[in-house]
């Protein structure tokens, strides 16, 4: 017989959750860095560590959200619920542009606007089994592989970090921080380019190698492709279904916090086309676009009007302009940072279509180390690869997100080290 304590409570909690590894990384960051302010409160730190934008708005976006509240105050303008797929003007425009002027067979039906591609990459599990074998990047944003955690498809973790139960493929300077195909089979594959944290991109051969293995497999892949504006050479497919066959295995996340600066406003879209299938316990095809539809439906409400209306703006003449200014600045940051690096004798990768620079520490110093050592040298603050998963132990990261001045300053200090 069960015998219940009464001193608990009776509500049961999502056991998964207490697998997580608490977190470590982002709060044992800012652990040192108060530490460090504790004991040098004068010091002046540059943050290069976070991945948030630091520009403000574009000025088509702001005028569109404020034409867009005006006509919510009238009687005729007033808008309640929208389309819980979004605003049929928004996905059109976001066909056109994205999709069919790059030669990518994608319809507005296809398209589904959310408020995020972090929400969108963790709600797609409610819509897959929990059967599926999972493949991560080791290393790894770390939100593919915490909603598998939260969702039970893991064991626990080991000492390093990684979960009984994923299948982790390591990127490294080795493989150009791109996935070998696994060796194992998996059914479920969670790929990201431009590549947060490693800012590495997939060629069209290599991306065409891994929709070639998804449809001999026929598994799925997750592809985010948030960081898609930053890509500055032409030859790099900028969406996965640039790659022939890519709409019979591949989803595509994309977000418009990093090209236009939407982290705070919220709006980011997924593509689900409608040729996508999945299989059910007893074995029939599923069409995936019906259920994803059903799940947005019911779970969701859609974004605000006012916010879609700031993002179809992004497509006009004016804010193409300014988004292309707001990515050429960042890139011109990550630039400045590989520049001075590399003049500093450190090996250098990314940072050249994509705001992430990827550093190798030098030979026998940890990723933490490294941390530690620009921290009280230099009073920069950046992000320890090892932070990103076991295979990111010797490397670091720096973001291109900041003011000029301050990245300037912070390659000054790195220089006179
Ligand atoms: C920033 C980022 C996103 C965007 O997330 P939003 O929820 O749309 O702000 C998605 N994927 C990766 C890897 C990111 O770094």
Not at 161 to 178: C, E, H, K, M, T
Request: hydrophobic letters at 40%; a negative charge.
């Amino acid at each position: 017989m069960l015998v219940i304590d009464p001193i608990l409570p009776v509500v049961c909690v999502n056991d998964n959750y207490l697998k997580l590894k608490a977190g470590y990384l982002f709060p044992e960051i800012a652990r040192r860095v108060q530490l460090f302010t504790q004991a040098n409160p004068q010091a002046d730190l540059i943050r290069l560590g976070i991945g948030d934008v630091t520009e403000p708005l574009p000025e088509a976006c702001r005028v569109a959200m404020k034409v867009a509240i005006d006509e919510m105050g009238t009687e005729a303008g007033f808008r309640g619920y929208g389309p819980e797929q979004g605003y049929s003007w928004l996905r059109e425009v976001i066909a056109k542009n994205d999709f069919q002027a790059r030669g990518c067979d994608v319809s507005p039906e296809e398209i589904f606007v959310s408020d995020g591609s972090k929400c969108d990459s963790t709600n797609i599990l409610d819509i897959l089994g929990d059967q599926n074998r999972i493949a991560v990047t080791d290393p790894v944003y770390p939100v593919y592989v915490d909603s598998n955690v939260m969702a039970g498809h893991t064991g626990d973790a080991s000492e390093s970090g990684q979960y009984q139960g994923l299948v982790y493929l390591p990127i490294s300077a080795a493989n150009d921080f791109v996935a070998q195909l696994p060796s194992k089979p998996v059914d479920l594959i969670y790929l990201c380019f431009p590549n947060n944290p490693t800012g590495a991109v997939a060629t069209f051969d290599q991306l065409s190698r891994w929709v070639e293995y998804a449809k001999e497999k026929k598994a799925l892949i997750l592809f985010d492709a948030a960081y898609e504006a930053f890509i500055q050479d032409e030859s790099l497919p900028h969406s996965i279904y640039e790659i022939d066959g890519a709409r019979d295995c591949a989803i595509e996340l994309r977000s418009f916090s990093k090209n236009a600066g939407f982290t705070g406003t919220r709006c980011a879209f997924t593509v689900i086309p409608k040729t996508l299938t999945g299989r059910s316990l007893d074995d029939r095809q599923i069409n995936i676009w019906d259920l994803w539809n059903r799940r947005q439906s019911t779970k969701f409400n859609g974004v605000s009007y006012i916010v879609q209306r700031g993002a179809e703006a992004i497509y006009s003449l004016e804010g193409k302009s300014q988004i292309r200014n707001l990515v050429d600045f960042y890139m011109e940051n990550a630039s400045i940072i590989r520049t001075n690096l590399s003049d500093s004798g450190l090996t250098v990768y990314g940072g050249e279509n994509a705001p992430y620079v990827w550093i190798k520490t030098p030979e026998g110093i940890s990723s933490w180390s490294f941390f530690d050592f620009l921290l009280n040298k230099a009073n920069v603050v950046g992000t320890p690869g090892s932070g990103f998963g076991a295979s990111g132990e010797g490397y670091f990261r720096l973001s291109a997100f900041n003011s000029r001045d301050n990245v300037e300053l912070a390659m000054k200090r790195i220089r006179a080290l």
